[in-house]
């Protein structure tokens, strides 16, 4: 069984540039989630996709978008780069029940580490 | 606001020496409290789930418990294999989806 897959895996980018990640989900999963990665901050929940829909944000600025394709696939993207934006990028799926209200478990992809000079 | 805190930052054990982790938390009602493992390198891997206080779960040299303030992943006659960074994380009630608050983690290593 094919795990989450997060392209690409390392990136450099220069500040004021874009830059835009990709995640493709366990199949059957239809929750897609992002983190940001940090030493000082830890693991920080930028925002969560279901069926195509955006379902939950964190405490990030507007630059930090995602969207959710028809496959589950998601994409992330952050504009404007800043310096501070250097982390690991995580994607992580879930099969959500629908109706459920219990915890729903989370499978993290590798990651996409971004370094912005 | 709900917070999630693990200590020790950094623990070093030698292989069979058993020992704990801590992870307190502060949520205003808990949907559940997971523990992860990350190795360098690499995204999280679930370890497991847990629901309401008194609840303990074990898979091989590791068992963790919950109180209603804190969880404790102990960790019995370790090997070098089990170093790794363990992340503790919260999900609280009024969350929708899959938000999780994640602990800064404890990186443990074991030496033979």
């Known amino acids: 069984k094919a795990g989450v897959t997060q392209t690409p895996r390392y990136l450099i980018k220069t500040r004021g540039q874009q830059v835009t990640l990709s995640c493709s989900p366990i199949s059957g999963h239809r929750s897609v989630s992002w983190y940001q990665q940090t030493p000082g901050q830890g693991l920080q929940f930028l925002f969560e996709?279901?069926?195509?829909?955006?379902?939950n944000k964190g405490n990030f600025p507007g630059r930090f978008s995602g969207r959710q394709f028809s496959n589950s696939r998601s994409e992330m993207n952050v504009s404007t780069l800043e310096l501070g934006d250097s982390a690991l990028y995580l994607c992580a799926s879930s099969l959500v029940l629908e109706g459920s209200s219990g915890a729903n478990v989370l499978t993290f992809g590798a990651g996409s580490r971004l370094t912005v000079l | 606001e709900d917070q999630v805190t693990q200590s020790p930052e950094a623990l070093r054990l030698q292989e069979g020496e058993s020992s704990s982790l801590n992870c307190s938390y502060t949520?205003?009602?808990?949907?559940?409290l997971f523990w992860y493992r990350q190795d360098p390198g690499k995204g999280p891997e679930f370890l497991f789930t847990?629901?309401?206080a008194g609840e303990e779960k074990e898979k091989e040299r590791l068992k963790a418990t919950l109180t209603k303030k804190e969880s404790f992943l102990h960790i019995t006659a370790p090997k070098p294999e089990d170093s790794a960074t363990y992340l503790c994380a919260v999900q609280a009630v009024r969350q929708a989806g899959t938000a999780l608050i994640f602990g800064k983690g404890t990186t443990l290593s074991v030496s033979s």
């Open positions: 949520v205003s009602g808990l949907r559940g």
């Open positions: 847990l629901y309401s």
């Open positions: 996709y279901f069926s195509e829909t955006q379902r």
